[in-house]
Nanobody, 126 residues
Framework: QVQLVESGGGLVQAGGSLKLSCVIS????????MGWFRQAPGQEREFLAA????????YYADSIKDRFTISRDNGKNKVALQMNSLTPEDTAVYYC???????????????????WGQGTQVTVSS
């Protein structure tokens, strides 16, 4: 059973930074990609960033690509999201997800992800 556990959320002032982590467990790690999404109340889950497992290629949403950085730590089976210059509009629940190892997947769509963590709340105060 694959499990994803996010951590690192919290309350931060506008302009501040947070680093989210997602630890993966449950089987030998062979995924197509890992991704970070967020969801604010009443809104659809929004793609932020993804990283390919095989070559660590990264993908970003235009809205955050200059402020957020995704990375992976193979040795610790962890994927991180460094978030800088946060604004109140970044307030949401942040989720990490994983896509099973297949030939191709659209990493930008939450619908193709096979596994999700429970989410971690990020609140940015003005």
């Amino acid at each position: 059973q694959v499990q994803l556990v996010e951590s690192g959320g919290g309350l931060v002032q506008a302009g501040g930074s947070l680093k989210l982590s997602c630890v993966i467990s449950g089987r030998e790690f062979s995924f197509y990609a890992m991704g970070w999404f967020r969801q604010a109340p009443g809104q659809e889950r929004e793609f932020l960033a993804a990283i390919r497992w095989i070559n660590s290629n990264t993908y970003y949403a235009d809205s955050i690509k200059d402020r957020f950085t995704i990375s992976r730590d193979n040795g610790k089976n962890k994927v991180a999201l460094q978030m800088n210059s946060l604004t109140p509009e970044d307030t949401a629940v942040y989720y990490c997800g994983a896509i099973n190892d297949i030939a191709f997947a659209n990493v930008y769509s939450w619908r193709v992800y096979d596994y999700w963590g429970q989410g971690t709340q990020v609140t940015v105060s003005s």
